[in-house]
Nanobody, 126 residues
Framework: QVQLVESGGGLVQAGDSLRLSCAASGRRFNSYLMGWFRRAPGKEREFIAAISWSDRSTVYADSVKGRFTISRDNAKNTVYLQMNSLNPEDTAVYYC???????????????????WGQGTQVTVSS
């Protein structure tokens, strides 16, 4: 069983930055593929970013490429999402997720992620 707890959300203004954290339980965190997703009001949950367990390669959604950065600290069992140049369209509940099946390439296929956090709200005012 893997537990994921997100933190770092809040209310910010357009142009501001936020860093989300996701703390994971489990002794094999360094072998999990970790991803970030979000669900905006009235929309389906969408992929944001993922980072591999092996070479820490990353992949991003086009909507956040160049503004968001995913990283991980295996010693702390934590994955981060640095979000810069936020705009109101980034308002959503942000979720982290873990794929524990040792995928070799980071991906955004939600159905392959095994565990999900409860989410943290990010609200960006204009």
């Amino acid at each position: 069983q893997v537990q994921l707890v997100e933190s770092g959300g809040g209310l910010v203004q357009a142009g501001d930055s936020l860093r989300l954290s996701c703390a994971a339980s489990g002794r094999r965190f360094n072998s999990y593929l970790m991803g970030w997703f979000r669900r905006a009001p009235g929309k389906e949950r969408e992929f944001i970013a993922a980072i591999s367990w092996s070479d820490r390669s990353t992949v991003y959604a086009d909507s956040v490429k160049g503004r968001f950065t995913i990283s991980r600290d295996n010693a702390k069992n934590t994955v981060y999402l640095q979000m810069n140049s936020l705009n109101p369209e980034d308002t959503a509940v942000y979720y982290c997720a873990a794929d524990i099946d040792l995928p070799s390439v980071p991906h955004g296929r939600q159905y392959l992620y095994d565990y999900w956090g409860q989410g943290t709200q990010v609200t960006v005012s204009s």
